[in-house]
């Protein structure tokens, strides 16, 4: 009775290892790359780094312990030696020796990508609220092109096995699904689905450019109280950033941090004159998108437009985007401008070729190539020239050129369009844009001096801390703004005398709005 006893009690602390599990086999192995090289998860420290292939292609590692609690979802991170790979993870709860290739058992599936030119698969491992406690065996797969099974049999690949202890749900839970809209230059608002666990507290949520997890000892950015699911960041121009999310159930009961969230700030709007030649692709603060149309704005990420010589000749210099795939749609968008001052045009060369070639072609029936404007960062486009079928370019140098004097944003955005349409068309061909400029059009709209325009003169300029205005009584408004676009001040009743004394020294733009409904703007400096 007592053996049995003991029996009972040792199959329960070791669980798992009393079943025999199945040696999945690779006929192709790994050595090619279609390997588990790196296996990481984050959140909780756990590292197995530079494995490489592993001898018929199976690791066991069962020695190695990975500690993940009921009700809570890890993100994780293989590396692999070569594309396309596909990876499953299982956990066998009910420790029978068998691996369920469906929910619960199988907790996570991926497929790789490319990650700053490392094939890679990220993905999450979802422990179900009511996954049993304690031991268990984890088996992580990878195949070459296809989707792995427990105990494969065939192809290119690798698995690994892992012991994972299972522990009780947390009483606090973390906020889940992060997202980032609205990034400009200086913010970014970020917002949750808030916890399962209703924190009585609030949020924290941690801001930084380093992709380090936090710890729980780490010390908040910011905070929302509770019920507040979304949250304005500071950040600062061009700059890659990760954050995270935890609630806050008491004083001494915070969650693990959430699955991070990654975005990247955009470039401070630029005052032209500008140019780009693409003689480095896409140029800087150029941003690549895919999908969609005018009216929705992009909806994804893949890249379409790429670096090459004009109208193909030379290897580089220029971008284009190769139309031949039906629902192929490339995005090519520029930074930001200030266009405030006004007074611009915007012109670029462009011109197609057949694929890979210099000779001409036509465009396909339902293909279109836009040139479009955004006035608010990019938000919602507006069609500034189209090409298709019926005005399809030549195979030489063709130089669009637009007087941008009615578009006077200070968050203006510029974007190159491609679309292949949905109709299979045999026309295979490249569309290319070189020399994006845009600069001062023959008339200015900022003068030193407004007395040609207008009877109203503003003096002195430079100035101290105030400026006299004559005719003040023909100026409904006025405000100054920095060259961000920003404005610092505004005058809503003109008198003679502006008082800009709380103003810091630099450059500005005074904008000053007629009464007519006319617009002057003049450059001023603060000695």
Not at 6 to 14: H, P, V
Not at 391 to 408: A, I
């Amino acid at each position: 009775m007592n053996k049995s006893l003991l029996l009972i009690l040792l199959l329960s602390c070791f669980g798992f290892s009393a079943q025999t599990y199945c040696i999945p086999t690779f006929n192709s192995g790994c050595s090619d790359g279609d390997q588990i090289d790196s296996f990481t998860i984050s959140s909780i420290g756990f590292n197995h780094l530079n494995t490489g292939c592993s001898g018929n292609a199976y690791g066991d590692y069962t020695a190695q312990t990975i500690i993940l609690s009921a009700g809570v979802n890890y993100s994780f991170e293989i590396t692999h030696g070569f594309s396309n790979q596909f990876v499953k993870i299982w956990i066998d709860f009910n420790n029978d020796g068998i691996f369920t290739d469906a929910s619960p058992e199988l907790v996570a599936s991926a497929v790789s990508t490319s990650v700053s030119g490392i094939d890679t698969t990220l993905g999450l491992i979802n422990v179900p609220t009511g996954a049993t406690i304690g031991v268990h065996r984890m088996r992580v797969a990878d195949s070459y092109s296809s989707d792995p099974i427990p105990c494969n049999v065939d192809g290119f690949g690798e698995v690994h096995d892992y012991t994972v202890n299972i522990t009780a749900a947390p009483s606090c839970i973390a906020p889940t699904d992060l997202s980032i809209n609205t990034i400009t230059s200086t913010s970014a608002n970020l917002s949750w689905v808030a916890s399962s666990s209703v924190p009585s507290i609030g949020y924290e949520y941690y801001l930084s450019t380093n992709s380090a997890y936090p710890t729980s000892s780490t010390i908040a950015t910011g905070s929302s109280a509770n019920g507040v699911v979304t949250t304005t960041l500071p950040i600062v121009p061009s700059t890659s950033y990760y954050v995270w999310v935890r609630s806050v159930c008491s004083g001494s009961d915070k969650s693990a941090w959430s699955i991070p969230i990654a975005f990247t700030s955009l470039c401070a709007p630029i005052t032209p004159s500008y140019t780009n030649n693409f003689t480095s692709f896409p140029g800087v603060c150029w941003q690549q998108a895919s999908g969609g149309n005018i009216t929705s704005g992009s909806t994804s990420t893949d890249v379409y437009w790429m670096e090459d010589g004009f109208l193909n000749v030379n290897y580089s210099g220029a971008a284009k985007i190769n139309l031949f795939y039906q629902n192929r749609a490339g995005w090519l968008k520029t930074p930001v401008f200030n266009l405030l001052a006004g007074g611009y045009r915007v012109k670029f060369d462009y011109g197609i070729t057949d694929y890979d070639e210099t000779t001409i072609s036509a465009m396909g029936s339902d293909d279109i190539v836009q040139f479009a404007i955004s006035n608010d960062g990019g938000s919602t486009w507006s069609v500034l020239q189209t090409w298709s079928i019926s005005n399809s370019p030549s195979n030489t140098l063709n130089q669009f050129s637009l007087d941008l004097t009615s578009y006077n944003s200070a968050n203006t955005v510029f974007a190159f369009y491609g679309s292949d349409g949905v109709v299979v068309d045999p026309e295979d061909y490249d569309f290319f844009v070189d020399n994006f400029v845009i600069e001062h059009s023959g008339t200015l709209a900022t003068n030193d001096n407004l007395k040609k325009n207008t009877n109203v003169v503003v003096y002195p300029n430079p100035f101290a801390d105030f400026l006299n205005v004559k005719n003040s009584d023909l100026v409904k408004s006025a405000s100054i703004t920095d060259f961000n676009g920003r404005v610092v001040k505004r005058f809503e009743d003109i008198n003679t005398t502006l008082n800009m004394n709380e103003i810091i020294s630099g450059a500005y733009l005074l904008v000053l709005k007629m009464k007519d409904g006319t617009q002057q703007i003049q450059k001023i400096i603060k000695k």
